[in-house]
């Protein structure tokens, strides 16, 4: 080969080169921005057991690791032992705290290795609740004081001769065995063991029009296909729960956080950034929730809902 036509060969390279960047220009547009920003690193964010927060780190993950070129480590864990890796350094954010107002203290003002980041924008709500057919066949169920007038229609072989009161994963927030007692209730409280049985029990109850009477939360995306009905117990007023063994109100209305590790908040990466402003609906989250628990992936489902809200992800990712 020539000279000319080296010459005309870089050049004819070169020319498919711009071409390439003219093409993909959003994506280099977005790394270019945050090219000045120190390296992202590793981010590990903690997953504790129920399938909205699953939604919230999977989204989450995958805006640090495409948008800004973060390793991101997912770690299940219930939800004490994930405060404890803000003092261990394992872990560097919750990113759905429900209450924990006693591990506050401990790691955020005694040992000052933790920080609120801000709400999520997710509003939770706990409570006990029975199947649609439940409500509507006997409508005086919904209020606690009529419950023991149920309690044998409750039983089960778990419960041990009183009615079964059915919670989900023994580590979630629950004032539940206080509550039964406090309120002098004929009942027990059996642990499912999981969200998913949890699910399955009053999945069954409705579709069997079974006696069921459980602890259950919103967000959830399982509401949307069946619509479990409240039951009302005594008004929660500021304080009613202070003392855990004397609870005989009804649970705390949460606005939901984020709590970073101090260090991680201070370390000047760009996740950081969008660990304060990612904030999402209880929509959003079932949404991405429900995808999750049809067996799609963290990342399928994630990048579902991110390429649906592109400049919700912008505002998340913006410095200013």
Known sequence: ???????????????????????CGSDIESSSSSASQAPCGTVNIAVNPWVGYEADAAVVAHVLETKLGCTV??????????????????????????????????????QNVAVEVGQTGNKGIIGWYVPPW??????DITEYK?????????KTTESGGKGQLLDGDPS???????????????????Y?????????????????????????????W????????????????????????????????????KIARKAFMESGSPAVTV???FSWTNDDQNAVAKDIADKMSYDDAAKKWVDAHPDQVAAWLATS
């Not at 997912?74 to 759905?96: C, H, P, R, Y």
């Not at 009529?146 to 409750?154: E, G, S």
């Open 73 to 110: 480590e997912l770690k299940n864990l219930t939800e004490e032992v994930s405060w404890q890796g803000f003092a261990s350094g394992t872990i560097d954010v919750i990113l759905e705290n429900w209450g924990h107002d006693d591990l506050k203290q401990k790691y955020i003002e005694q």
């Open 275 to 277: 660990i304060k402003n």
């Open 222 to 257: 399982f509401l949307s296909e069946i619509p479990l009905v409240h039951v009302s117990l005594p008004a929660y007023s500021e304080g009613c729960d202070a003392d855990p063994a004397a609870v005989a109100c009804d649970y705390a209305p949460y606005d939901l956080d």
């Open 1 to 23: 080969m020539n000279f000319r036509r080296k010459w005309a060969a870089a050049l004819a390279a070169a020319l498919a080169g711009a071409l390439a960047l003219t093409a």
């Open 192 to 220: 499912a063991g999981s969200e998913n049985a949890l699910i399955e029990a009053f999945r069954t109850a409705e579709e069997q029009r079974k006696f069921l009477i459980g602890y259950f939360y919103e967000p959830q």
């Open 134 to 139: 439940l409500a509507e066949e006997y409508p």
């Open 172 to 190: 979630y927030v629950t004032n539940d065995e206080a509550l039964v007692k406090n309120l002098d209730l004929n009942f027990k409280v059996v």
């Open 146 to 154: 009529n419950l023991n007038k149920y309690a044998a229609q409750f």
